[in-house]
């Protein structure tokens, strides 16, 4: 095998499940975390839902490890089961007795809630864990909702587990599954590795498999590229990174190329998606020309209407720039940046309501209904992972200011807004006139003007409630117009899990997640209508 040839005990990319290459990301940590929440909170539901191979099934083991000693735990690997497939089964995990011969729904629900009573007299929990959710039929999950009315004066006796892809979260939305969404406890999330992550996994594999201190198989622009093929969903990560190491194996390289990983890129993704893995701001699907910009900017491309010529002022300015510059006309991209800001402006309001720019736009106060805030940069990754527009701050060889409306990198080119469709720059060129600065709009709550913090009240604490309401999915936010403890203790959990500062109060940087959850930022109005801050 491989592994010899690069001095490994054995081969760190198998997909089989071992523990001894766990990796616990931050987000699996948050993952795990809000799971026991919800085991101790006393009832309800828990939903954790992710993309196939991102790690659910790690994170059950770890759960099932942490559970105190005195737990009966059911666990349902199939469910394709209907409702009464279903309740014999969990009598049968729980090596609970029942009438076999002929059972009913009543009869199981009886057994079972015998059982669950004298767990409790016992001081004992029950936890019932049904994975591949997504599958079960809504009469199923209706009655196993009603299995959470098996309960005492002071809590309920059955605590319920369900992990499922995305769609699970879509289903629960459905009307006739109101009640059962209401009553999840707690409910996450599990998102793919950051290129952060994704290295310190592949790094961490190759370490427990014997890797050499100081020996480096998957060099840092090999490992982007993984990551970019991947979108960080560990499974694909150990598929593609095993298939990278066969042919440097079998072509006697001692280390990874950019090569190799277009190799197995095809071979483990097929051609079309390892192509596509490198556009990152076009989709192409059916018959569309097309479907979307990665950065929210679809809509621009979809208008019907061609889309519309730069502002008298970003004209102006951006001819400014060529004359001092003396630059070609291909450079239509650099404009000074007050016309970039209006030309960002205009993408994300809508032309129509593009002089409503208020003046002093980035002067560090809060506006309606977009706000601006400039920050700093190191890599293109960091650009690209806030999916959407943005504004460079450059400084041309001439030292004058400039400025270019970015939209995202393509292969080896930035995308950057020529006021009438996208133009390619190549990062080389690019990147001798930008220091890291860039700017962008975003969309703050109703009423907000600072920091929230304990005790505050206010229109934007009502908006901040909200939005964690939709996010969880409840029809009552945990506050009115208040902040109180309740909602100190969900932003901090979201902070965590954001890997911000947790110390429950809401800056912008909370905000700017938070849009980031809710997509808030990239709703657009329409063109000719008034544009309102909307939830």
């Not at 009655?143 to 059955?158: A, C, D, G, P, V």
């Not at 205009?346 to 003046?359: H, S, V, Y």
Request: hydrophobic share 45%.
């Amino acid at each position: 095998m491989y592994h010899q040839y690069f001095g490994l005990n054995e081969a760190p990319f198998s997909i089989a499940v071992n523990p001894r290459y766990l990796f616990m990301s931050p987000r699996h940590r948050d993952a795990l975390a809000h799971l026991l929440y919800g085991v101790g909170s006393g009832g309800g539901f828990i939903l954790l839902t992710g993309e196939v191979g991102t790690g659910k099934t790690t994170i059950n083991r770890c759960l099932l490890e942490q559970l105190p000693d005195a737990t009966d735990v059911a666990i349902i690997l199939n469910p394709a089961l209907d409702a009464l497939e279903l309740l014999a089964t969990v009598c049968d995990e729980l090596g609970i007795d029942y009438q076999r011969d002929r059972p009913t729904l009543k009869t199981l629900t009886d057994s079972l809630h015998g059982f669950l009573l004298q767990n409790h007299a016992a001081g004992r929990r029950t936890v019932l864990m049904i994975d591949e959710a997504q599958h079960l039929d809504y009469r199923v999950l209706e009655q196993i909702r009603l299995l959470t009315n098996l309960e005492t004066n002071s809590e309920k006796l059955l605590q319920i587990i369900l992990i499922g892809q995305p769609e699970l979260a879509q289903l629960l939305q459905q009307p006739e599954l109101r009640q059962l969404n209401q009553r999840i406890t707690a409910r996450y999330d599990l998102a793919p590795l950051s290129l952060e992550e994704t290295s310190a996994y592949i790094r961490h594999r190759l370490q427990v498999a014997g890797l050499a201190p100081g020996r480096e198989l998957f060099p840092p622009d090999v490992v982007r590229g993984v990551h970019r093929v991947t979108r960080g969903i560990p499974r694909l990560i150990n598929v593609l990174c095993d298939r990278i190491l066969l042919g440097c194996y079998g072509r006697n390289r001692q280390r990874a190329d950019q090569t190799m990983l277009k190799l197995a890129a095809r071979e483990v993704m097929g051609e079309e998606l390892a192509g596509r893995s490198h556009s990152r701001w076009l989709a192409v699907a059916g018959g569309a020309a097309v479907v979307s910009l990665l950065l929210g900017l679809g809509w621009w491309l979809l208008r019907p209407q061609s889309a519309p010529p730069a502002s008298p002022v970003a004209t102006a300015e951006a001819t400014q720039v060529a004359q001092v510059e003396n630059t070609a006309t291909g450079t239509d991209w650099l404009l000074t940046t007050g016309g970039a800001l209006q030309q960002l402006w205009q993408l994300q309001i809508g032309e129509e309501a593009a002089a409503t720019m208020p003046a002093g736009l980035c002067g560090g106060e809060i506006h309606f209904p977009l706000s601006c805030l400039r920050e700093q940069a190191q890599t293109w990754q960091e650009l690209v992972e806030l999916e959407r527009p943005l504004l460079l701050e450059l400084v041309t060889p001439a030292r004058s200011a400039a400025a270019a409306v970015f939209l995202g990198v393509e292969d080896d080119n930035a995308l950057l807004w020529a006021g009438e469709a996208p133009a390619r720059v190549a990062l080389t060129e690019l990147a001798p006139l930008w220091r890291g600065g860039y700017r962008l709009l975003w969309r703050p709550p109703a009423g907000f003007d600072g920091p929230l913090a304990l005790g505050d009240s206010g229109p934007a604490v009502a908006a901040v409630a909200a939005m964690f309401a939709r996010i969880d999915g409840q029809q009552q936010p945990l506050a009115s117009d208040t902040y109180n403890n309740a909602l100190a203790t969900r932003v901090r959990l979201f902070q965590r899990r954001q890997q911000l500062q947790a110390d429950g109060i809401v800056g912008v940087q909370t905000l700017l997640r938070l849009n980031a959850a809710l997509g808030r930022d990239r709703e657009l109005v329409a063109l000719g209508k008034d544009h309102d801050d909307r939830l």
